[in-house]
Structures are given as C-alpha cells and as structure tokens.
C-alpha cells in the first residue's frame, strides 16, 4: 500500500509533507493488523489510538487510519488517499484488472474514482445483505455533494 501511495504522490506532485503523512498512515495502517484484537475492534481504529498513544498528533492521519475501511465524512486528503490504496492495492481480489485500470487513474481522477469504490462497496454489501456503516452512508453522500 506504501508503494502504491508513494507513486501517486510522485504522479500527483504532492508536497513532501503530505507525501509523509500518506506514507505515516500507511505505516499505522499495517501496524496491528496480525495483531489478536477484542471483539468488536477493528485494526485501524486500534492502530490509529496507539498512533496517538505513542505522540502522533495529526488529527487527518489518525482519521484516515481509524476510518479506512468504513469512510469517513470529515477526511482530508491523507484519509482519502488512504482509502483508495487500501481498496486498490495490487492483489486485491475481486476484479484485480479493474482495480488496476482504477489505480492508473488515480492521479489523474481521484474523486472521480473515489465515487466508483464507495458505490462498489456500497453494491457490494447490499448484495450480500450485510448493513451499510452510517459513515459509509454520510461518507458517500459528502461525496455526491461535491465536497471531496
């Protein structure tokens, strides 16, 4: 996930300060995740409190670390960017062609492509007939708002 963030970063000509926060939340992203949490917890939101715990203050990193699988309405740009590689990471299955085709067009059309993963998830959970988390609802329709 850090390499895909670091190439968009390169495409996008992001700042180095930003580059850093993506790549720092990729990092608190995999820190616990083969870690035996309690039920009921989810991996980021257990990285994102020992991130802040152990001295990270950056309230848009925490974010995008604790709400990576869900959304999150209030993200800044670290949070959706974080998003995007965790459900575009090379070997993801399903459809790992059409999320590479996605991935290349990041830099390029990021909102646009933002939209088409929240809605897939969205099809995807309602298909299998599990509930849609609230701030995936209020994540989603920030961004049919325009607001990303």
């Not at 939340?25 to 035996?36: G, I, K």
């Not at 209030?74 to 459900?87: E, S």
């Not at 830099?107 to 988390?133: M, N, S």
């Given at each position: 996930?850090?390499?895909?963030?670091?190439?968009?970063?390169?495409?996008?000509?992001?700042?180095?300060?930003?580059?850093?926060?993506?790549?720092?939340?990729?990092?608190?992203?995999?820190?616990?995740?083969?870690?035996?949490?309690?039920?009921?917890?989810?991996?980021?939101?257990?990285?994102?409190?020992?991130?802040?715990?152990?001295?990270?203050?950056?309230?848009?990193?925490?974010?995008?670390?604790?709400?990576?699988?869900?959304?999150?309405?209030?993200?800044?740009?670290?949070?959706?960017?974080?998003?995007?590689?965790?459900?575009?990471?090379?070997?993801?299955?399903?459809?790992?062609?059409?999320?590479?085709?996605?991935?290349?067009?990041?830099?390029?059309?990021?909102?646009?492509?933002?939209?088409?993963?929240?809605?897939?998830?969205?099809?995807?959970?309602?298909?299998?007939?599990?509930?849609?988390?609230?701030?995936?609802?209020?994540?989603?329709?920030?961004?049919?708002?325009?607001s990303t």
């Amino acid at each position: 996930m850090a390499a895909l963030l670091e190439e968009w970063a390169d495409q996008m000509g992001v700042s180095d300060a930003e580059r850093d926060r993506w790549l720092r939340a990729a990092w608190l992203h995999d820190a616990l995740r083969e870690t035996r949490l309690a039920a009921n917890t989810t991996h980021g939101a257990a990285a994102a409190d020992r991130a802040a715990n152990d001295g990270e203050t950056d309230r848009g990193v925490l974010d995008a670390v604790r709400y990576h699988s869900c959304g999150y309405a209030g993200w800044d740009d670290v949070g959706k960017m974080l998003y995007l590689a965790d459900a575009l990471e090379p070997g993801r299955k399903p459809d790992r062609k059409e999320r590479a085709r996605l991935a290349e067009r990041v830099p390029h059309e990021r909102d646009r492509v933002l939209r088409k993963i929240v809605a897939y998830e969205i099809r995807q959970r309602t298909r299998g007939g599990r509930p849609i988390d609230p701030l995936t609802t209020e994540f989603w329709n920030s961004l049919r708002r325009g607001s990303t």
